[in-house]
């Protein structure tokens, strides 16, 4: 009789979309520091693309993904089995940087990133300021709508 069909191999088009995305976002960053300028301008940069690669993942993954932020740079993190646990090498700022995090708003306890990025698109809300000398530029976000940073 008939041969019993099998699963299709491959990828589907949405996970060639999601790849395509996530490279051209760090594509994007690279590009933008590479081309040098202000040193607020590229933090700000690299920041966003780091941002948007750990909300994508996050919601297309269906797995909390965070961002550890401090004075020297900023480093992705993952939530497994285990905990929270780095999720690539720390990339460091070229200007200086300040975060500002509601108390109310900071999710978990001792390891937990700054800013946690879950599954269904939420994230923690926060300011963060990039500065160099006089000039200050500053991305923030409510939690709920994404990035916004100043010049959008």
């Given amino acids: 009789m008939g041969r019993a069909i099998g699963p299709d191999a491959g990828f589907t088009l949405i996970e060639l979309l999601i790849a395509v995305a996530v490279m051209a976002v760090l594509a994007v960053g690279a590009s933008l520091t590479a081309l040098g300028g202000a040193r607020e301008d590229s933090d700000l940069a690299r920041f966003r693309a780091q941002f948007d690669t750990a909300r994508m993942l996050a919601i297309t993954g269906q797995q909390s993904r965070g961002l550890t932020i401090s004075s020297r740079g900023m480093q992705p993190a993952e939530h497994g089995a285990e905990g929270w646990s780095p999720a690539g090498r720390e990339l460091r700022w070229r200007?200086?940087?300040?975060?500002?995090?509601?108390?109310?708003?900071?999710?978990?306890?001792?390891?937990?990133?700054?800013l946690v990025f879950l599954a269904n698109g939420q994230?923690?809300?926060?300011?963060?300021?990039?500065?160099d000398g006089g000039r200050v530029v500053s991305c923030r976000s409510d939690g709920w709508t994404g990035l916004t940073c100043d010049g959008d």
């Fill in 95 to 114: 200007g200086r940087v300040a975060l500002s995090v509601p108390q109310t708003a900071r999710m978990g306890g001792t390891g937990t990133p700054d």
């Fill in 123 to 131: 994230t923690t809300p926060f300011r963060l300021g990039f500065s």
